[in-house]
């Protein structure tokens, strides 16, 4: 949260402690890291001098960036920060908001100063719909998994909500929360019919996985993967949920053996290749037989997407794929280098590459990092992230 103390600069010297107690005392007191900010076209003004003494006296235990603004030039920046260390006990960075100069160091700054490790928090219930196109049995699954009677849809039209939404333990006492996209296609079928509803039951699996964090995307062991489980498969990789496969009606297999699962899984690799990284669950609802499987797998995918890789191991694995394979050399003889990686983010897991140069990391090579690092480091049924960002 970012708080704005409106100006303390512009009110008049001899007024400056009061309106410095009164404005921004408060957002001081309660901020985790203080930007202060100063005119780097202006130079170092006495009120400057004034608010530095201010925070050394009252709030040297706070974290307390000097910021100094309008340096358009990185290299005359620094002449213009000069100035700025009589200060002392702050170290000057030269920023433009105008040209954006300096404003992601800034930014790397304030997060280096802040605790961002997600608080544990006690009630987060991680979400998961069950989706996929009709008949593949997803109501059956829903059944099987929260009893007979959680499906009950309103018949009236238009007084049904798009999802009713339940809370259930699972076998490893994982609370889940589910959203139940299944009941409510019984009663679009009626009022429609073809390629309506499937439309309609795209649209719905959409705001369905929008408001999910693991989704299990039903497809049925008989059928061909279409273009719609297809669809649905890229909108949960593009929103960053975790995605198991379930593929259900293993029971109409015929003739199973212990190849066929291993054939099956070929097949469903080659055509969903955007979920590689998505565990396979087969299932046969009806008969209740591993509906199980699939709430324990859900419950791996949410851990998944919710783990942390230490900032040691993680150079340990980009070190290791480095050595492996550099960057490409461009034509000008240039090359990429990573200086660092952090993971910034769980829910998906996202890490940044601090590099000499994003462009000279072409997007094979960031392929290459993506699966080293999910070798190395797992993370099935997660989508990740990779950002790229340049420091000098
Ligand atoms: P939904 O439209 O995805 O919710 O699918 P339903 O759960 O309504 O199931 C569609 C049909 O498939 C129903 O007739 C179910 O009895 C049947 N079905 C569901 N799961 C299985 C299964 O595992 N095996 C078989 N053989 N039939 C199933």
Redesign the pocket.
């Known amino acids: 949260m970012v708080v704005d103390t409106g100006g303390v600069i512009t009110v008049s010297k001899s007024k400056m402690p009061s309106m410095i107690e009164r404005q921004a005392t408060a957002a001081v007191e309660e901020s985790s890291a203080i930007i202060f900010l100063v005119d780097g076209q202006a130079g170092l003004t006495a009120a400057d001098v004034e608010i530095a003494d201010w925070l050394r006296k009252h709030y040297s235990h706070k974290f307390v960036i000097l910021a100094v603004n309008k340096c358009e030039s990185p290299k005359k920046g620094i002449m213009q920060v000069s100035d700025f260390w009589t200060l002392g006990s702050f170290s000057p960075l030269p920023i433009s908001a105008l040209s954006g100069t300096g404003t992601g160091e800034l930014l790397d700054l304030v997060c280096s100063g802040l605790d961002l490790h997600e608080e544990q928090d006690e009630d987060y219930v991680p979400a998961i719909s069950i989706v ?10 829903l059944n099987a998994l929260v009893g007979e009677d959680r499906t009950i849809v309103s018949p009236i039209s238009g007084t049904t909500r798009d999802a009713i939404d339940t809370e259930f333990t699972g076998p490893d006492g994982q609370k889940f929360r589910l959203i139940d996209t ?1 009941g409510i ?1 019984k009663r679009a079928a009626v009022a429609s019919s073809g390629s309506t509803t499937e439309a309609l039951s795209v649209n719905r699996a959409f705001r369905a996985i929008r408001r999910s964090d693991v989704v299990a995307l ?1 497809i049925e062991a008989m059928a061909c993967i279409t273009e719609q489980d297809f669809k649905i498969a890229e909108r949960i990789e593009k929103e960053g949920k975790g995605c198991l496969i379930v593929v ?5 297999i015929p003739n199973k053996n212990q190849q066929s699962a291993v054939y099956y899984e070929q097949d469903v690799r080659e055509k969903l290749r955007i979920l590689q990284w998505a565990p396979i669950v087969y ?5 209740g037989h591993s509906v199980d499987r699939v709430i324990v797998a859900a419950s791996e995918v949410e851990k998944e997407r919710s783990r942390r890789l230490s900032t040691a191991t993680l150079n340990q694995v980009v070190q290791e794929a480095l050595a492996f394979k550099s960057p490409p050399r461009t034509r000008g003889g240039k090359r990429g280098r990573i200086y660092y990686c952090t993971q910034a983010a769980i829910r998906p897991p996202t890490f940044v590459f601090f590099v000499n140069d994003a462009n000279l990391f072409p997007e094979t090579y960031r392929r290459y990092m993506e699966k080293q690092l999910r070798k190395d480091a797992g993370f099935p049924g997660t989508p990740i992230r990779l950002l790229w960002r340049n420091r000098r």
């Open positions: 996929g196109r009709p008949n593949v049995g997803k109501s059956s699954i299944a296609r039903v259900n009606k293993w029971d109409t299932a046969t609802a009806i008969s």
